[in-house]
């Protein structure tokens, strides 16, 4: 048989396998579990409660601005950029880490909802496309060994593949480790934070080779204040790299800015 009967052959049965199993199990929508017309895809509640992040924002660290103005100079960036610039050259997130976006990464990141890992990387691959075009590498923000026991899995890790593959770019997924485990940095300021995670991540011996004179895109589920990303990326570019980005699925508000 030729290639294209074979090929439309194969075709065809994929479409009709994907159909019995819709009528097996029927698409559920990957926030709330109600029934929806594609499986993979959000219900119109879920979608519609989805802040994605678009201008303005911190031209550094992504953070979203309440409006234009908060740039404050021609930079375009924070208070805290401004303050103290991070390592990395910029940061982006796809969502807002509001009550939307936490009814997909909480079940990922805690919940053994792995196959959430595609949904939410094609969303951040939409909004990190700059950084990827530049990109040479990708790589998680690691977690620590102890917490992986616990997990079983590295949900940074796994976004980071999907990446990789919709980007077409190389992963390296264990290209820094986490030396130390560091205790949750939710209520922490911006100077404790820092503090915390000074000095706790490293490069194995053969990542100075693959990091020297490369664009390293970082990958994580949900950026903070960006202390974790700076201190990952202050190890990468001590090693050589040419330049650091960050890509989050989801950021948190600087409520410092708040709506004036």
Known sequence: MQAEPLRRLSAGLRRAGGGLLDLLLP????????????QGTLCPACFGGLSVITAP???????????????????????????RPPAFREARAALRYDEGAKRLILPFKHGDRTHLALPLARQMARAGAGLLARADLVAPVPVHWRRLIGRRYDQAALLAQAIGRIAGRPVVPDLLRRTRRTPPLGQK????????????????????????????????????SGATADACA?????AGAAGVDVLAAARV????????
Do not use: I, S, Y
């Not at 404050?72 to 303050?83: A, F, H, I, L, V």
């Not at 202050?234 to 001590?238: D, E, F, K, N, S």
């Not at 508000?253 to 004036?260: E, H, I, S």
């Open 57 to 83: 924002f911190c031209a550094r660290c992504g953070v979203p601005f309440a409006h234009a103005a908060q740039a404050g100079t021609e930079e375009g960036t924070c208070p805290r950029c401004r303050n």
């Open 27 to 38: 698409p559920r929508c990957l926030g709330c579990e109600a029934e929806v017309a594609v």
């Open 189 to 224: 300021g911006a100077a404790e934070r820092a503090a915390t995670v000074e000095g706790a991540f490293a490069l194995p011996r053969r990542g100075h080779a693959l990091v020297a004179g490369r664009q390293v895109l970082l990958v994580d589920d949900v950026m903070t």
């Open 234 to 238: 202050r190890v990468l570019v001590a």
């Open 253 to 260: 508000p600087d409520p410092r800015l708040g709506d004036g």
